[in-house]
């Protein structure tokens, strides 16, 4: 066998406080470099297994498979949400999912990215909208529960490995050594499994059957995932407790965690985009756009008239956009009758919750948006 040497490098993998070996590494003549991390089948691995290294270039490669299926969802004038989400699940998510099962047992700040990125695409809104708006339109399970898909599919082929595989007794044995003093990743999925209530899977022991424990898991999963959802769409103030919650309006008609109809309804592109804007409290109106002027609320005027600009205002009272409401009044009336005397919260909730009124709602806020960056650039 002949080794190259220019291509050989030396990784010490050991813990954050012990130092760099200053061994002198020989192949033949040559002295071998020291390197701080190293590509092993297609994943990075850092010289102190810092996965934020892994899945940071992770995420660049899934970023790339990303800016390709938006490329071609606009080339091709849209995908619907069956199709965007199953390209997703078959493009982008097998490249952040290959190797997920040794680093994804948290929660990625850059992989989160990515996913945002997917579905703020498919809504049509800008970087600005709240994630957890985002998220709750398309319902699409989150990056830490389909990691731990794979952790758990890991878990239960291990589990039912012939003993006379050799990775079979390198697991039991670091699964002997898993302690509060060496906290390998046996030890994490162990405690996780625990705190999970699926203490009776926490060993690899005994066999588990495919997909078993994840079945168990998922929805434990998806329940604090949720629970955190809600309490971000329902919170009063801003993330860093600065300013007030975005999400003002989107609460009054969003409860339940599940991909909404509209996202799932053949529309043209913009008036789904303007629809998303809309509800995510993201239109470029005043009361938007206000804030990053640092402007009190009640300074975010209508250029046109003397009042708040909010999306109350423009669908239902501002004059400039008189010629959109007939026809929105038209049909809300018919779907229910006492449309017209309700106030305007009620009106907007019951605009932005009625499946019945989705098309002409998108259509109304589109040409709200239009006409206004319109007279806005004269
Ligand atoms: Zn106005």
């Known amino acids: 066998m002949k080794i190259n040497p220019i291509k050989s490098k030396i990784v010490h993998f050991r813990p954050n406080s012990i130092t760099r ?19 092993y089948l297609g994943l990075v691995l850092h010289e102190h297994l810092d996965y934020n290294v ?4 992770v995420a660049q490669s899934a970023s790339r498979a990303l800016g390709l299926l938006i490329a ?4 091709i004038g849209g995908f619907t949400y069956d199709v965007y989400t199953k390209l997703y699940n078959s493009l982008v998510w097998p490249v952040i999912d290959y190797g997920s099962a040794i680093w994804g047992l948290k929660s990625f700040s850059c992989i989160n990215a990515i996913h945002n990125r997917a579905m703020r695409f498919f809504l ?34 291990m589990s039912s490995l012939s003993f006379r595989r050799i990775n079979r007794r390198v697991a039991l044995w670091a699964q002997s050594k898993a302690s509060s003093r060496c906290r390998n990743w046996f030890y994490t999925v162990m405690n996780r499994l625990t705190s999970l209530d699926c203490h009776v899977y926490s060993t690899i022991n005994q066999h588990i059957g495919k997909n078993m424990l994840f079945d168990i ?3 434990k999963l998806m329940d604090e995932f949720i629970n955190e959802w809600k309490v971000s769409i329902n919170r009063v103030n801003g993330i ?15 409860s339940n965690f599940d991909v909404e109809q509209y996202c799932k309804m053949i529309l043209p592109h913009q008036h789904r985009s303007a629809f998303s804007k809309f509800r ?11 804030r990053y002027e640092n402007l009190n609320v009640i300074d975010r005027k209508c250029t046109f008239c003397n009042a708040i600009e909010d999306e109350c205002h423009v669908l239902f009272n501002c004059h400039i956009y008189g010629e959109y409401r007939q026809e929105l009044y038209m049909k809300a009336e018919h779907v229910c009758p006492a449309f017209s005397n309700m106030t305007d919260i009620d009106k907007l909730v019951y605009l932005f919750s009625n499946p019945q009124l989705i098309r002409i709602t998108a259509k109304t806020c589109f040409n709200i948006l239009r006409k206004r960056s319109l007279i806005m650039c004269k």
């Open 21 to 39: 070996v200053d061994i002198v590494f020989k192949c033949g003549d040559f002295n071998l470099d020291i390197v701080d991390r190293y590509t």
């Open 72 to 75: 071609k969802c606009k080339a």
């Open 54 to 57: 892994t899945a940071k270039v």
């Open 240 to 254: 860093r407790n600065v300013g007030r919650n975005k999400l003002r309006t989107y609460s009054l008609f969003k």
């Open 124 to 157: 049509g809104v800008g970087k600005y909208t709240p994630n957890a708006a985002v998220v709750g339109e398309m319902g699409w399970d989150p990056p830490i529960v389909r990691q731990w898909k794979t952790i758990c599919n890991l878990w239960c082929r």
């Open 280 to 290: 995510c409290g993201v239109a470029p109106l005043r009361i938007e756009t206000g």
């Open 217 to 219: 898991v998922k929805p």
